[in-house]
């Protein structure tokens, strides 16, 4: 790979963006990510050979994501003190566990292991590969976090593709078909490792690999780093109602098959996945907070409109709002670490696992109610969270440069 070039005075950091690694990590959160989505994408294959509830469903959801949002804080706040680099392959290890557990699980309590085996995994992958990025980013924060996000909204889009083709034609054994991918990273993220080791700065100099963006009182930096909070409780419980419980809207609305629905769920996660590209170059050239701002409040109409639209239009809104809505992370996540820029690891660990917390506790919450009443009521209610996305209007503008 190729090696950056580092300075060393007051303000260093890797000066050209070293792009071999950007894509390596990204492909390497692919391969993550696609391995997290066989979670939600075989739900109904579990549903019906289970018997289980839609609350029980949403308690298998809430086991993987906090699972996944609780350690990854406290790995962040280690790594920034310690920065291991080989903690990413002890993580994919623990996912790959998680499939072979999920693929021989034959009843609740098993699928509860291999989720939280699986949500480990995930938690221990994502501060370490955010240092990444932004240390192979060269000042480009934005095209680097969007470069490694695009790699994860790609594999959570081809899980239930694969998982379609794969696995609801034959059995849940043919999970284990999924251990190649865990396989394949585990090389990827080794080669990436030894890259890291040997570009790591020295403690004395790590603290500034970025200069400060702002002269925010901490105050100001608290109450925006609340408002980035509350974003992300809006944003990330209405995409809980998508991620969990889209494919079960639309076999209960339009009345089609397991597989059908696992097409359509496919369609939204790549129009996903085209937002996650924009959100971070966007909010590099217009500023991160205009971006934060119309990405979460801007879906609001369309989230609107949803539960009341044919299967055609249905798809229409689901690519606008995936698009939409998904460019704010990159820009959220960068956002954050301009606000603390000597914490980097403990930021990405704050940010990821509070997002991956509020999926958990919007999945569990959502199949409560959907047992109560139904799917359909679901999106009814989920239709109003983006509206929340207002209170963007109170971030302070960070200098671009």
């Known amino acids: 790979m190729e090696t950056p070039e580092i300075n060393t005075g007051k303000e260093a950091f890797v000066s ?68 291991k680099p080989f903690s990413q392959v002890y993580g994919m290890v623990f996912s790959l566990l998680g499939i072979v557990v999920l693929s021989f699980a034959n009843s609740f309590y098993w699928i509860l292991l ?17 240092r990444i990025s932004n240390l192979a980013s060269g000042g480009k924060r934005g095209l680097a976090q969007s470069i490694f996000q695009v790699g994860g909204n790609l594999g959570t889009a081809l899980g239930p593709l694969l998982v379609a083709l794969i696995v609801v034609p034959n059995s849940q054994r043919y999970i284990l078909w999924f251990v190649i991918g865990a396989v394949v990273a585990l090389g990827i993220i080794g080669k990436i490792a030894y890259w890291y080791r040997d ?17 925010l009182s901490k105050s100001r930096v608290k109450w925006s780093i609340t408002i980035l909070l509350v974003v992300i409780f809006s944003k990330f419980f209405y995409s809980a109602s998508l991620s969990t419980y889209y494919t079960f809207f639309l076999i209960d609305k339009f009345h089609l098959s397991i597989q059908q629905a696992q097409y359509h769920m496919f369609i939204y996660l790549i129009a996903y996945a085209a937002g996650t590209i924009m959100g971070g170059p966007l909010g590099d050239k217009f500023g991160r907070k205009y971006i934060i701002w119309f990405s979460v409040f801007g879906a609001t109409p369309f989230a609107l409109l949803l539960p009341y639209v044919n299967l055609f239009w249905t798809d229409v809104l689901m690519i606008i709002i995936g698009m939409i809505i998904s460019s ?44 109560y009443t139904s799917i359909q009521y679901v999106y009814h209610v989920c239709s109003f969270l983006p509206i929340i996305g207002v209170i963007c209007y109170g971030l302070p503008n960070l200098k671009k440069k």
Not at 55 to 75: D, E, K, M, W
Not at 114 to 130: D, W, Y
Not at 200 to 215: M, V, Y
């Open 199 to 215: 570009h790591l700065i020295r403690k004395a100099h790590q603290s500034t690999i970025f200069t400060e963006f702002h002269n």
């Open 114 to 130: 291999s989720v939280c085996l699986i949500g480990t995994g995930s938690a221990i992958f994502h501060p370490e590969s955010a």
């Open 16 to 83: 050209k963006t070293i792009f071999s690694v950007l894509f390596a990590i990204s492909f390497a959160h692919l391969l993550n990510d696609m391995i997290q989505a066989i979670i939600p994408s075989v739900y109904p294959i579990l549903k019906e050979n289970y018997n289980l509830s839609f609350t029980q469903i949403g308690l298998i959801t809430f086991a993987f994501q906090f699972s996944a949002s609780i350690l990854q804080p406290f790995v962040g706040y280690y790594t920034d003190k310690h920065p």
């Open 328 to 371: 704010a992370f990159p820009a959220i996540i960068v956002y954050a670490q301009e606000l603390i820029p000597r914490k980097l690891g403990m930021i990405s660990g704050l940010f990821y696992g509070f997002a991956f917390g509020m999926g958990a506790l919007g999945s569990a919450l959502l199949g409560i109610l959907a047992d």
